[in-house]
């Protein structure tokens, strides 16, 4: 008989589905939206989209064994949504581990900043690389995301600040997208710091009169994809009012707002991305409570990043507060040359224990809230019929020992699956 479907996963003690409404999905529904299947089973279809998620016995009485190209059998085994990184800078040429030592040692992220290393450093070493070369160590990077279980990978340029190193990073992260299963949303950030030797003035007419008009002429000829604008808004980077006309022009080409706003100092980043339909702010550490209340009306998604908090001893996001308030709250591992962290398993269990998090929560924002940042709810975040059939199978009885096993995802994941192919 001639196969009719691409996967089976047959009899996983739990199934965690994640229900989203398909459109704009709430987190503070997030314990209601988090179906759990025991013993279910996932249908994968030739296209690579869920045919059907449910118990086993229904499943696989509509969906006889021998309809499959392959079959998993996940007896003792859990299977979620593939998880989805909201936030990443995985482009670039050497590393910082110098630097980390200073911050141990109690230099602040601005202190390095200002004495020319942190970004700076690595936009010298990033322009000076070979596309070739960045191509490599991105897919190295990408591939040890996708082994910790991530399938969709927002990635950003902002190491080159002007436009031949800005498009070079975003060819090489369209090349990625082309030539490897994880799925990507491209991000231009060339207003991630003030070149040296420029004023913010002068930046930000960079970006406005050369770098977009130049980005959109290729995104028009086809031969590039970009998804979201970024802007790093911060006192002594990008001011309120750079920002705002950087994002309104992106914005005006069609790219969804995702900045970074409110980190090291409270600046109404949040009320600026309300104002503008953002669809997600990333940091928020600083965020007012009247910043929070903005961005839960305009539905704008609050990316937080455990790692970067952790690494630079900042005070913590106030996830209560956010989830509380009614905001999206996604994740993402803000992979960078500050905060080396490639792992969403650990990002997770990094926002239970130190931004009170619960499981289910941290979950969500790691899969449904994260697509929803990136304006990909409709297709990725949760197993339903319809979307893409990206997931991973955990070698572990109940889905909870992906976060509660500290640095353990290496055990714990057994395959990652993406549109149905085991990668
Ligand atoms: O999200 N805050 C700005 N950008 C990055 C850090 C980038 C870097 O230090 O290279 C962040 O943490
Ligand atoms: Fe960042």
């Not at 900043?113 to 190295?140: N, Q, Y």
């Amino acid at each position: 008989m001639p196969t009719k479907y691409r996967l089976l996963v047959k009899n996983a003690s739990q199934v965690v589905v994640i229900c989203s409404n398909g459109e704009k999905y709430l987190q503070k529904d997030a314990v209601q939206n988090l179906c759990v299947v025991d013993n279910g089973s996932v249908v994968i279809g030739c296209d690579g989209l869920i045919k059907a998620v449910g118990p086993s016995d229904d499943v696989q009485a509509e969906y006889p064994e021998e309809l499959f190209e392959k079959v998993i059998d996940a007896t003792g085994m859990c299977v979620i949504p593939g998880l989805v990184d909201a936030h990443t800078h995985p482009v670039w040429a050497g590393d910082r581990v110098h630097e980390f030592a200073m911050k141990l040692a109690g230099a602040s992220y601005m202190d390095v900043h200002r004495a020319g290393g942190g970004i700076h450093f690595t936009v010298e070493h990033t322009r000076a690389a070979a596309a070739p070369d960045l191509l490599a160590s991105l897919t190295a990077r990408l591939g040890r995301m996708l082994r910790a279980g991530s399938t969709l990978v927002e990635c950003k340029s902002g190491y080159g600040l002007e436009l031949e190193t800005e498009v070079k990073m975003l060819e090489v992260i369209e090349k990625a997208r082309r030539s490897l299963p994880i799925n990507i949303s491209s991000t231009y950030c060339g207003a991630h710091a003030v070149p040296r030797g420029k004023t913010v003035a002068e930046a930000t007419e960079d970006v406005l009169r050369v770098q977009l008009p130049a980005l959109r002429r290729r995104i028009t000829a086809g031969d590039l994809r970009v998804d979201n604008i970024d802007v790093f808004c911060e006192r002594g980077v990008f001011d309120l009012d750079a920002t705002r006309a950087i994002l309104q022009a992106g914005r005006d080409m069609g790219l969804h707002i995702n900045f970074h706003g409110d980190e090291l100092h409270p600046m109404n980043s949040a009320q600026l991305g309300a104002e503008l339909g953002a669809l997600a702010i990333s940091h928020l550490e600083e965020v007012t409570d009247e910043g929070i209340a903005a961005m839960a009306t305009a539905k704008t998604a609050a990316v937080l990043l455990p790692t970067t908090a952790y690494i630079l001893r900042l005070p913590q996001p106030r996830a209560r507060a956010m989830l509380e308030a009614g905001l999206i709250v996604a994740l993402g591992s803000d992979f960078n040359p500050n905060a080396y962290c490639c792992s969403m398993p650990l990002v997770m269990h990094l926002a239970c224990v130190n931004m009170r998090m619960t499981m289910p929560e941290a979950l969500v924002g790691a899969t449904i809230n994260a697509a929803y940042a990136l304006g990909r709810s409709d297709t990725h975040g949760s197993l339903e019929a319809g979307k893409h059939g990206d997931l991973v199978v955990l070698n572990c009885r109940r889905w909870e020992h992906l976060i509660y096993q500290l640095g353990g995802h290496h055990e714990v994941i057994r395959y990652v699956i993406i549109k149905g192919s085991v990668v």
